[in-house]
């Protein structure tokens, strides 16, 4: 009697009643209400609905069917496709690690991370601007549509860019039975270099610059942005389902399907990122590419609310998190990398 260890309390999730953080659990009883008329309403076939307070998790429920057909019903870790929030979970998370090392600094220019960006109007970018979205880039560039071919009006995919398996200078997989040109990213990025930027930038929501952080963090850390936040971030937080290139570690049924695609792959995507200028880069991007379950992006979010400590791990400094959180100086709801409640009732 009287031996033993005291530990602390971890920075980790548990699980909870609502009473326990002081919610009612029949306020939130609502949500049954909401998820369920969205998959009766078809705006949905289903979802994953978790809350979490105080670091513990006190709802986690899944609604309705992976498809309309109601072959597969939706399971709570069920993985989904997270599209533009890979913008911070995966991008901003790179570019705060590398600021704390002295690697970047949001205020020089990019050109100096980036030399092949000398001469063009993209030099004197500064991430600061790329990451509020206040850099006038375009918002986006539809690749896609410069590789498919049309014969009276039926679209297919060029022989010029396309095998239906993979073979020499094609082995860039945007979907099952349909390999890219290998040299196409190369030409990708020159389009983005190339491109027009407005000459007194305001507020324009962009992935092309996501595009340059994943070179960026390649080019720097010499990993592609799928090895780097695995290893400097998911891997060390225990996180289970956040991944790039989700098939490589999971089965088809553990993946949401994304979309029927009839504009460009021409088939169910299941486990192959939506984006198409993710995809034309082989699932990996800045902009795009990230899937998880609710519960480990959740853990994400919840370590940036612990001031980047996770379990037993400080993944990032506090006053890091807090400089990235301060609002663009021309901005009323953006920060770097983050959108922020907005301060300005007129807007």
């Not at 553990?254 to 995507?269: G, V």
């Amino acid at each position: 009697f009287g031996d033993g260890v005291i530990t602390g309390k971890l920075a980790r999730f548990g699980f909870a009643p609502p009473a326990a953080v002081g919610m009612d659990a029949a306020t939130l009883a609502k949500i049954d209400e909401i998820a369920n008329r969205a998959v009766e309403a078809k705006a949905t076939p289903g979802c994953v609905v978790l809350v979490a307070k105080d670091q513990q998790i006190i709802y986690k429920k899944a609604y309705g069917h992976h498809t309309y057909s109601e072959a597969q019903p939706v399971h709570p870790d069920d993985i989904y496709d997270l599209a533009s929030v890979t913008k911070i979970a995966a991008s901003t998370l790179a570019v705060m690690w590398l600021q704390e090392r002295g690697q970047v600094d949001l205020d020089t220019p990019i050109v100096r991370y980036l030399p092949e960006l000398e001469g063009t109007n993209k030099a004197q970018l500064c991430l600061r601007d790329i990451m509020a979205h206040r850099a006038g880039l375009k918002d986006w560039i539809p690749f896609y549509k410069q590789t498919l071919s049309y014969n009276r009006k039926r679209m297919t995919h060029s022989r010029e860019y396309y095998r239906k398996n993979p073979s020499p200078g094609f082995g860039v997989e945007v979907a099952p039975y349909l390999y890219l040109r290998d040299d196409f990213p190369t030409d990708l990025y020159q389009q983005i270099y190339d491109s027009k930027i407005q000459e007194n930038p305001r507020y324009k929501y962009s992935d092309l610059g996501f595009y340059l952080i994943a070179r960026l963090v390649d080019r720097i850390t010499s990993m592609p942005l799928n090895q780097f936040a695995s290893r400097l971030f998911y891997q060390p937080m225990g996180l289970q389902t956040a991944t790039y290139l989700p098939l490589e570690r999971f089965t088809p049924p553990e993946i949401a399907p994304t979309e029927i695609d009839n504009y460009f792959r021409k088939q169910a995507l299941r486990g192959y990122v939506h984006d198409m200028g993710a995809a034309m880069l082989g699932g990996v991007s800045g902009h795009a590419g990230l899937f998880s379950n609710a519960q480990d992006l959740v853990a994400i979010m919840q370590m940036l609310l612990n001031g980047g400590v996770y379990g037993d791990q400080r993944l990032l400094q506090a006053e890091t998190i807090q400089g990235f959180a301060k609002r663009h100086p021309k901005s009323t709801r953006r920060g770097s990398g983050s959108d922020m409640r907005q301060l300005d009732p007129g807007k």
